[in-house]
């Protein structure tokens, strides 16, 4: 069935329900909050609060205003808003050489316009727009992440009630995205084409806590107009819990269980059946100029009749300098996952990042979070108000010399051909310009050089050097 009318008649039948309480306006009294969260990488939990004026007198631009319109006698509003995004890259050697190659670079565009209609405190319905298209380059855009002529990301209907201990519940229908944590297990794939999911998620929130429970099918991306569809051999479900602290070295808790089957997945072993359980927890550390992140995952589950046990870990730390100049920064990221240790055995050992970020390790991420043993250096300076300049250093090699590596996304990229465990090295140059909330302007020059295991596949001949341009401009 096509996605828009799964949604519309979702949308429909739940409409019909909330009408059926019948509670009187009254109790939908829009309550005054000053707080908002400013851009979201997921805009359905952006809140613009009500603006009086800027200053002594001067009226809010209209920006601003469009994020809170009252309706209803100010018993509700509604938040408009976008985002334009115009990227500019050019590979010398993609892919190390395989495939098309493209010695000009080529344009990435991506339009996204939402509207969230909150008609009272208790029902909302929120739908985005997103346009995406690609010009000039050769071979075509790449499958699913390039072009979206035109899409619905999202379009659900939200009913929150609070309890008598002020605990929030949510009840959510339709399309949504799934973006929880640092990414690097669900994520919105913010390459020029979103990833979406269709199904329903109770939220519960509770002063520093919150709980996301969540049962879904991945959306298909198509490059037409409005031909997305559900994806049934690919679903989720799972729970993810976050506490937040407040005055304490320790400022974050994520812990969460995920649960994934697809039909069709691919490993070193071949192709097959696969049910995944993902547990683990994410731990975000803050205090006097340092920061941490420490991540464990642990998956058991099923794949071709054979049993699945991987894991990964990741920790990072960082330090920012305080005080006046250019206010230097370091970190240091290091992260290990599972590989496969026999393809031909019976049980499966690699790791599956679920649905994470198009871009995790670098703007050259061609080796995924699998099969992945990974050192980045990161250090980085601030040599004016609106200008940051970051230096990177990556260090790739396999976990496991009997698998190969993988996508971003965890797709099977290359075998295991030979004994080789260094993948490459690569250097990265990035200077930010940050003009206000709603304009950023970022260059990027990455150089990719093969190790042992890229130099001994033919197919993989060559460095790759990378340069971009990314123009983002929010509304």
């Known amino acids: 069935m096509n996605i828009n009318v799964q949604i519309r008649k979702s949308l429909r039948a739940l409409s019909l329900l909330f009408c059926s309480f019948g509670i009187a306006d009254h109790a939908f009294s829009q309550t005054t909050d000053s707080v908002g969260t400013g851009y979201m990488p997921d805009a359905a939990e952006e ?54 190659q493209d010695n000009n670079g080529y344009l990435l565009h991506r339009i996204l316009l939402h509207a969230d209609v909150h008609y009272n405190k208790h029902f909302r319905v929120f739908g985005e727009l997103e346009s995406s298209f690609q010009s000039g380059r050769n ?28 605990t929030v519940l949510k009840f959510r229908i339709g399309e949504q995205v799934l973006h929880y944590g640092v990414g690097s297990l669900l994520d919105i794939r913010d390459a020029n084409v979103h990833r979406s999911f269709v199904g329903g998620k109770v939220i519960i929130e509770k002063e520093n806590d919150r709980l996301d429970v969540f049962a879904m099918e991945l959306v298909r991306t198509n490059e037409g107009f409005f031909d997305d569809q559900i994806d049934p051999s690919q679903k989720i479900a799972g729970a993810w819990f976050t506490h937040n602290y407040k005055e304490s070295w320790l400022r974050k808790i ?17 192709a097959g059946k696969e049910k995944r359980n993902t547990i683990g927890t994410g731990l975000t550390f803050d205090k006097n100029g340092w920061s941490a992140y420490t991540e464990g995952d642990l998956q058991l589950g099923k794949f071709n009749g054979g049993n699945i046990t991987a894991w990964k870990l990741t920790q990072t730390l960082g330090y920012q300098f305080s005080g006046k100049g250019v206010k230097p920064n370091v970190s240091l990221q290091s992260a290990i996952s599972s590989g496969d240790k026999n393809a031909a055995g019976p049980s499966l050992q690699t790791f599956n990042p679920i649905y994470p970020k198009a871009i995790y390790y670098g703007f050259i991420d061609n080796a995924g979070a699998a099969n992945l043993i990974l050192v980045h250096l990161r250090t980085g300076i601030q040599p004016c108000t609106k200008v940051n300049v970051t230096g990177g250093y990556y260090r790739f090699w396999r976990k496991s010399l009997g698998d190969g590596i993988y996508g971003p996304g965890g797709g099977y990229f290359l075998p295991a051909s030979n ?20 304009f950023r302007l970022t260059a990027i020059g990455t150089y990719y050089q093969r190790g042992a295991f890229l130099k001994a596949i033919p197919a993989t001949a060559h460095d790759i050097w990378y340069t971009g341009l990314n123009a983002t401009l929010h509304f």
């Not at 979206?148 to 201990?165: D, G, P, R, S, V």
């Not at 004994?419 to 709603?438: C, K, P, T």
């Open 47 to 100: 809140y613009w609060p009500a603006l009086k004026s800027e200053g002594a007198g001067k009226p809010a631009d209209v920006f601003s205003r469009l994020g809170h319109i009252p309706i209803r006698n100010n018993k509700g509003f509604i938040s408009l808003g976008g985002s334009l995004r115009e990227v500019y890259e050019r590979f010398d050697n993609y892919l190390w050489g395989i495939g098309p």
């Open 139 to 166: 071979g075509g855009p790449r499958p699913v992440q390039d072009v979206n002529k035109l899409a619905l990301t999202e379009l659900f209907a939200e009913y929150a009630i609070e309890t008598a201990n002020q």
């Open 254 to 270: 994520d812990l969460f269980y995920l649960f994934t089957h697809r039909s069709t997945a691919t490993f070193t072993q071949g």
């Open 419 to 438: 004994s080789e465990r260094s993948v490459g090295q690569m250097f990265e140059l990035l200077a930010a310009y940050q003009h206000n909330a709603r």
